[in-house]
Structure formats: C-alpha cells, structure tokens
C-alpha cells in the first residue's frame, strides 16, 4: 500500500473514412497486401499529400464531445524515424499544435463513484504498414495497405491509479468514438488500440516515477494484464534495489508478461519540424458548427434520458445506452407497443441481447425488428401467452416464422386462462400427488412450488400462472 500507480494511456483510434489521411487510397480491412497503397502512401518521389477533409471533421467531433478546445489552427509535422514499414522514412503527425486540445472524460468506476481524466490533446497522424513474419522462411514481408490510414492519436493526461481504471477510461472512450461514428472500434482489426505508460512512486512523493511505455494493446483484458504486470515489475525492481528504466515494452499474452522492446525515444530523438509540404489547418467556425450538427446524443445524456424519461435504473439505462444500435432499437420497441419501458428493457437486454451474442450478429442484422419484438410484447400484456411461452414464440421469431400472432395461433401456444380447465387440471395433479399433499397440509409449505410446476407441466405451460398460484392457494388448505 505504500506504492501509487501513475498511468496515462495513448489511444489510437482509426477514423473511419473512405480513403486515407493525404490520398485517395481504400483502406478497406483485409484486402491483399499491397493492392491499396498509391504513390503518395509508398512515398516516391514528387508526390505530395493532401488532407482528407473528413478526418479533420471527425476530429472535431471528438474534440466537441469531450469539451475540448479545438484549434482554429493547427499544423502537420514530419516525425522521423526508421521502421521498415514507413516508405518515407518519417511519419505525417501533429506535434506542437495538435487538433483537439485539454478536453476531459467521465468514468464510472467499480464502486460506484465517478471520477475525470483529463484528455490532454488528440492529433491527427497516418499509420504506418505492417511487417509480415511468417510464411517467409526467415524474411519478412511488408504490407503497406494501412499506410497512410488516418489515426486519430488521443492522450489522457496521467492521472489513473489502477488498471480497472485505465480500462474503464479506454471503454468509455471507445464508447464514444463508436457513438460518434468515427471509428468502427474493432479491436482485433486494430482499429482501436492502446500505448500505456506506467510507473510508479512512494505515496506522497510529488516527483513521477520513470515510466515504461506497453506498446499495441488491443483488448481491454490485455490492457488490464499488462499495467498489472508491469506495476508488480517496476515495484518488485525498485524494492531490490534496481531502477526502473525508460524503455518500450511489448505484452506477451500468451506469458502474461512485459518484455522489452527498446529505449524510450524523446521527442527530441524523432526530430519534429512542420511539414513542408502541408499547409497549416485552419477551420473557420461554420466547419467546427456543421461538426456540431452531426453529434449524436452521447452516452451519458442518454442515460440519464432513459432513467428519467422511462423510469429505468441506473443499470438498465446504463446496458441500453452502452451501444447506440441498443438504445435506438430499445426506444423504436417501446414506440411500438405503445408503452410498458421496463418490459421492453427486460426482453431487449435480456434474449434479444442473448440471441445477438449466441449467433455473433450486429443489431442491423437481427432477424427480429422491432416491430416483430412489441408484437410478442403485446401478447404477453394481454395476457394471450405467459413470459414462458414467450420465450419459444420468440426463439420462432429469430428463426423467421412469420410474427408472433401467426407463431401462436401455428403451435397452439395460447394461454389457457379459463377458470373452470384450470381448476381441473389442479384436482389432477392434487389426485396423483397425495404424498405430497399431505406433507404440504403439514406445514411443508416449499411444496407449493412443486404443485405449481405439476400444474404447469400437465398444461405444457399454458396455465395462466397468475391464475394457477391463486387457484392452488384455495384448493390446497385443509
């Protein structure tokens, strides 16, 4: 307990544009390697960039989303350094005037409360291509499809103390850039990846510790596991009278461990100065106002929408606003049934989500619309079938039998709420249960449950539950 975990993370969120930052190039994921590089991404000579308008937009966006400054003029420059998958030899990014400055986040933690991270500022920057290992027989292969994709580079300030913090902040912004339509989030495509830096100091000390930076991380669990790692490391190093080193350090998954990778550069080392071939970026204020016009309703003012407007809780509202498609088929379900919002958020969270997850399928491709959905719903209000049978009308709904009326009417689902059959189905079961009868007349009173499953069997689960318990209650006394 004596130690405190310092620890900032750089996001890199892949913008989804049509083309790259400075070309006109595809960066459609899993093409073949090398068919969606142009002269401007493989850096030959002559050429120059152009800026894509559209990663700008989607920067902005960001930027407002987070209360953030937004600059009205910021410059590109040339990072340099080697890597044999940068065809130029230094990379397009923005150093001293970023894009999107001093903007913050809200995260929900574990134990209820909320706490702010500062985002220090996000830039735009293109990514480098990807070195091929394997299949080479000892060579390596270069594909520069991704080169020249537009990342936006988005870093928090230092201000998280433990690794479910750190997760909960990269959820929250991957939430948001998801929400906002600006990244696809896929993380094992890499469209959403993560660099953190960690150290550690004594409690009370003022001064940071020496940092080491975990390089790609592309799951949350990895992201987790690897500051963990890292914080036992650099404290077990210390205590034995080590010192922490400034270096990069990759995560091995497969260990459970941080290994090294290299010295940590400065900036110094890569050598930053503007972009000769770029103009500043200047935004007037009718750009970063059409911005503004495009901004969904965000993740928190959602919620507590949905907590006000449909008297959910906290947790319900949280589950449903935790993807954008969610909320929006959860609020086209209720307009559909006209009502009931904690029944509708029942079933949309629970085996509407669950089918979803069984068969890996996005909410554009669900075989249930909404329509389909407040249909069944309604028929459990009128009580035409019971929240049992539901469940098979609906498992025919995803399998595309038709709607629910017509599942219904097909299987003879309808609930039996006549009095007079349920009352006789009850004699039966009392009749070939005296055993039990007498045990429950005796005072074993958890027998009840037993008859009421009896009665439901006998009727293949269309006795009106409701009615059942309220019949069995009368036949059963002495």
Not at 406 to 413: N, S, T
Not at 454 to 472: E, R, W, Y
């Amino acid at each position: 307990m004596e130690w405190e975990t310092v620890i900032g993370l750089e996001i890199h969120a892949q913008l989804a544009t049509k083309s790259k930052i400075f070309s006109g190039a595809a960066i459609a994921y899993g093409a073949e390697p090398n068919t969606q590089a142009c002269a401007i991404d493989l850096g030959m000579p002559g050429v120059l960039p152009v800026l894509n308008r559209e990663a700008a937009r989607m920067a902005v966006m960001l930027g407002l989303s987070i209360g953030a400054e937004i600059a009205r003029r910021s410059v590109f420059a040339r990072k340099n350094y080697f890597y044999p998958d940068l065809p130029k030899g230094y990379q397009i990014s923005q150093y001293e005037l970023p894009i999107v400055q001093k903007g913050q986040l809200t995260i929900d933690l574990e134990d209820g409360t909320r706490k702010v991270i500062g985002v220090t500022r996000a830039h735009l920057e293109e990514d480098a291509g990807k070195s091929l290992h394997e299949d080479f027989h000892g060579q390596s292969g270069i594909d520069l499809n991704r080169a020249g994709t537009p990342l936006l580079e988005i870093v928090s300030e230092p201000e998280m103390r433990s690794a479910k913090e750190a997760v909960a902040y990269m959820k929250k912004l991957h939430q948001m850039v998801v929400y906002l339509g600006i990244c696809d989030g896929n993380m094992q495509e890499g469209s959403f990846r993560c660099d953190a830096n960690v150290s550690v100091r004594r409690k009370g000390d003022p001064q940071f510790g020496t940092r080491a930076e975990i390089k790609n991380l592309n799951s949350f669990r990895f992201v987790e596991r690897a500051i963990e790692f890292e914080i036992e490391r650099q404290i077990d190093r210390i205590e034995s009278g080590g010192k922490v080193v400034q270096e990069t350090r990759l995560y091995d998954p497969d260990k459970g461990e941080t290994r090294s990778m290299r010295s940590k550069e400065e900036a110094n080392d890569y050598r930053y100065f503007p972009d000769p071939d770029l103009l500043p970026l200047v935004l007037d204020e009718d750009f970063i106002n059409a911005a503004r016009a495009d901004l969904p309703e965000l993740p928190d003012i959602k919620k507590q929408r949905f907590m006000t407007q449909y008297g959910l809780s906290a947790y319900d509202a949280g589950v449903l606003t935790a993807s954008r498609e969610l909320g929006d088929y959860y609020e086209a379900v209720v307009a559909a049934l006209g009502g009931e919002p904690k029944l509708c958020a029942n079933w949309v969270t629970g085996d509407f989500a669950a089918f979803l997850n069984k068969d890996n399928r996005d909410i554009a491709d669900s075989p249930v619309s909404t329509a389909q959905l407040a249909g069944l719903l309604r028929r459990i209000q009128d009580r035409t079938i019971s929240g049992k049978i539901a469940k098979d009308v609906f498992e025919a709904l995803w399998a595309g039998e038709g709607d629910a009326d017509a599942i219904i009417e097909k299987h003879g689902l309808r609930q039996i709420t006549d009095t007079s059959a349920i009352e006789k189905v009850i004699d039966e079961v009392i009749a070939a249960n005296p055993d039990q009868l007498a045990q429950y007349r005796a005072g074993k009173d958890k027998l009840f449950a037993f008859f009421v499953g009896q009665v439901m069997k006998v009727s293949k689960g269309k006795a009106n539950p409701q009615q059942v318990n309220d019949l069995l209650m009368e036949k059963l006394k002495d």
